[in-house]
């Protein structure tokens, strides 16, 4: 049913509350709750906004069939546009990244080399 995959969206891409997921698709908290009640189902317009917003493949999410994200071009731009739409917590380290200074930079790395080990 849909209003469950709405549900698991939410939460596999870990917005939170109905509240923020809500304010990030800039409509109202109680549409969100109703559609993630079952009560009511999202207009057309709401499903291609969700898929647009979250690169969520509109047949997962209206039939439940098929991945429910559309396959990522590996390319560095293209990751980092949909960090910066799904993951606010990854797009916060990357802007935190790109502050360091070069040395820090350097520590940085040989701290996850020897964390990977």
Known sequence: ???ERLKMLR??????????FADNLGISFSNISSYEMGRRSPSDAV???ICEKYNVRE????N??????????LDYG???ASIGVNDEKMKEAIMKYYSLTSEDKELFWNFIDRFAR
């Open 11 to 20: 939460k596999t891409l870990n917005i939170g509350s109905q509240q923020k």
């Open 78 to 80: 293209d990751i980092c």
């Open 47 to 49: 499903i291609k906004l």
């Open 59 to 62: 047949e997962w999410l209206r």
């Open 64 to 73: 439940g069939t098929g991945e429910m994200f559309n396959e990522i071009d």
């Open 1 to 3: 049913m849909m209003h």
